[in-house]
């Protein structure tokens, strides 16, 4: 099973609407959570962290269940510069290998006018 | 406004040659890492440090080699550049994994 699951989209969603993106994750023992956002041919950039339940930061809403494994990312009132890939990563919490962060291949989002 | 800065932005070079990527950070970060990564792919993560001489292969397997003598600096080398070399690589910087990495904007190669 993969360490991170996210549907790879793309996702197409008019300006002002809300998109919702899902993420499952395979260690039981992440502790930390992040949101990155890649611009195309950019390097990745932080965008949310989650350490307890949840985060919310103005339009971007963070939300985790440990008990299933998933974390989400809620945006809201899209606008055309959200247009990115959306990275989930969760932070393993053991020793070894799973002490550095795992990216997937994310989710891409396309915001329309 | 970037802390951790790559260099070069580009680099288009002939098979066989040896190359270094730089990548320097001003932030003080024990951890610094280089990944790779193909165009719509995900990164793959080759080189770890955790401090002054302190090296880790990572989960993808590279012919490149690194060196951590200064904090601050964490060079990637290529002995002998060839065609499946080609493609992005990004280097990255943390305090603790646990409050996520910082990238530097990367360095594009492309092997002739």
């Known amino acids: 099973r993969k360490e991170v699951e996210q549907d790879p989209g793309p996702f197409n969603v008019p300006e002002g609407a809300t998109v919702a993106f899902n993420c499952t994750y395979s260690n039981s023992a992440s502790q930390s959570f992040f949101w990155y956002r890649q611009d195309c041919r950019k390097e990745p950039k932080l965008l949310m962290s989650v350490y307890s339940s949840g985060n919310e930061d103005g339009r971007f809403t963070a939300q985790l269940n440990r008990a299933s494994q998933y974390i989400s990312l809620l945006i809201r009132d899209s606008k055309l510069s959200d247009s990115a890939t959306y990275l989930c990563?969760?932070?393993?919490?053991?020793?070894?290998?799973?002490?550095?962060?795992?990216f997937g291949s994310g989710t891409q989002l396309t915001v329309l006018p | 406004e970037a802390d951790i800065y790559q260099t070069p932005r580009y680099l288009v070079i002939g098979t066989g040659k040896k190359i270094t990527l730089e990548c320097s950070q001003t932030m003080g970060h024990d951890k610094m890492y280089w990944y790779q990564q193909d165009p719509g792919m995900e990164l793959h993560l080759i080189h770890y440090s955790y401090g002054v001489n302190s090296t880790e292969k990572g989960d993808l397997s590279s012919e490149s080699t690194v060196s951590r003598i200064r904090t601050e600096h964490f060079p990637l080398t290529l002995e002998s550049a060839r065609p499946s070399h080609t493609s992005q690589y990004l280097c990255a910087s943390s305090p603790g994994d646990i409050y996520g990495y910082t990238f530097g904007s990367g360095t594009r190669l492309t092997v002739v």
């Open positions: 990563v969760p932070h393993g919490g053991a020793s070894g290998s799973a002490r550095q962060l795992t």
